[in-house]
C-alpha cells in the first residue's frame, strides 16, 4: 500500500486575507469555519469530503514545527542550503472548468503557461506571492485518439480540445 493522493498543501504567504480572496476566488477554494484569521485559513476545494486541501498561514506565525522558519518564528541562517516548492497542482473534472479558471486568471493578470501535456491539459498561475500553480484536466482513458494523431508541440490548442472534450 503506498501513497495515494496529496491530501494538503501548507503555504506561507505575506498576507493571509489576500491569499484566501485569491484561492476563493480564483480556485474555489472555502475557508473553513471559525478557524479563519489574520494568521492561519484552513480552506477546502470546492467538490472536496477533505477536512482541508489548503493551509495558509502568515509568514513568520510563529508556530511552525517545521518548514522554513524555525519554531520560534525567526528567519533561517540564509547559508544553510534549503529546498523550495517548484509548484502545486490542483485537478478539475472538465475541461470547461479548466478554461473558466484560465479565462479568469487571465482577466486578472494572473495567467502563466498553458500546456497540452497529451494526458493531461494544464494551465499555470501565480498566487499574489508569486508562488506557481498549476490546475489540470486528465483526458479520460476511455477518450478516442485524436484524428490527426500529430505530436503536440505543447501548446494546449483550446479550440480543437473543447471541440473535441467540450
Known amino acids: 500500500m503506498g501513497i495515494k493522493r496529496l491530501n494538503h498543501a501548507v503555504l506561507y504567504v505575506s498576507d493571509v486575507a489576500d491569499s484566501a480572496a485569491f484561492y476563493r476566488d480564483v480556485l474555489g477554494f472555502r475557508p473553513k469555519g471559525d478557524a479563519a484569521s489574520s494568521r492561519a485559513v484552513f ?10 486541501d489548503l493551509a495558509l498561514f502568515s509568514v513568520n506565525l510563529g508556530q511552525q514545527r517545521s518548514g522554513p522558519f524555525s519554531p520560534r518564528g525567526e528567519t533561517p541562517d540564509p ?17 470547461q472548468e479548466l478554461k473558466r479558471i484560465r479565462d479568469h486568471l487571465a482577466e486578472i493578470g494572473q495567467l502563466g503557461m498553458e500546456e497540452d501535456h497529451g494526458v493531461h491539459k494544464s494551465v499555470y498561475g501565480h498566487d499574489p506571492d508569486g508562488l506557481l500553480f498549476e490546475v489540470c484536466w486528465f483526458v479520460p482513458e476511455d477518450a478516442p485518439q ?17 471541440a473535441r472534450f467540450g
Open 79 to 95: 547559508h544553510q542550503p534549503r529546498a523550495g516548492l517548484y509548484h502545486l497542482a490542483w485537478e478539475v473534472d472538465t475541461i
Open 43 to 52: 480552506a477546502q476545494a470546492a467538490h472536496s469530503d477533505n477536512d482541508h
Open 146 to 162: 485524436r484524428d490527426d494523431a500529430a505530436p503536440t508541440d505543447g501548446r494546449l490548442d483550446w479550440e480543437r480540445e473543447l
